[in-house]
């Protein structure tokens, strides 16, 4: 599904359908980031560290048992293949840019909008989670192509991302903690 929507149908063009895909998924981060930025600035910021160091303690124990992250465990819609125009590669870039609304696939994730919602400042986020989107896009064709050609190659990949989901959340409660 990935592949065949950043190249269905976009004026029949791989590098106008990647391009679509990659600034919707841009655009998406952009406003999820920005929101959730603007959440964090909303709140006193002991409060806001204490969320959030809530948030990463569930996380980081998540990550610690459980193999699959919570998630909407779902591809994209398969209908958007259909449109065979920009929109398939639009909507599909939308959807992976927002992050919480397909499978994830990994706790690392998890780091994307805690971190913008405890920096509490929309652009921060907003550029935090653009980063997030567009390694997504171009991760996940990597990730596709690995499974397909590598046995378990996405299985291999959460041995690596897992722990450095873990260590990367436990990295931020020393940031968290001067604020409470």
């Not at 002991?46 to 465990?73: F, H």
């Not at 997030?132 to 499974?147: E, I, K």
């Amino acid at each position: 599904m990935i592949t065949r929507a950043r190249v269905s149908g976009c004026f029949g063009s791989s590098a106008v359908a990647a391009a679509v895909l990659l600034f919707s998924a841009a655009g998406a981060a952009a406003l999820t980031g920005a929101v959730l930025g603007l959440l964090g600035s909303a709140l006193e910021p002991g409060m806001r560290a204490l969320l959030a160091l809530a948030a990463v303690s569930a996380v980081a124990v998540g990550a610690a048992v459980r193999p699959v992250p919570w998630q909407l465990d779902r591809e994209t819609d398969t209908r958007w293949l259909g449109y065979n125009d920009w929109r398939t590669a639009a909507y599909n870039g939308f959807a992976l840019g927002l992050g919480f609304t397909t499978r994830i696939g990994f706790w690392l994730f998890y780091l994307v909008p805690l971190t913008a919602f405890a920096v509490a400042d929309p652009l921060l986020g907003a550029l935090g989670y653009v980063v997030f989107a567009v390694s997504r896009v171009g991760l996940s064709a990597l990730l596709t192509s690995m499974d397909v050609y590598v046995t378990g190659g996405i299985t291999r990949a959460r041995m690596f991302a897992d722990p450095l989901a873990v260590a990367a959340l436990g990295a931020l409660y020393p940031v968290l903690m001067p604020l409470l």
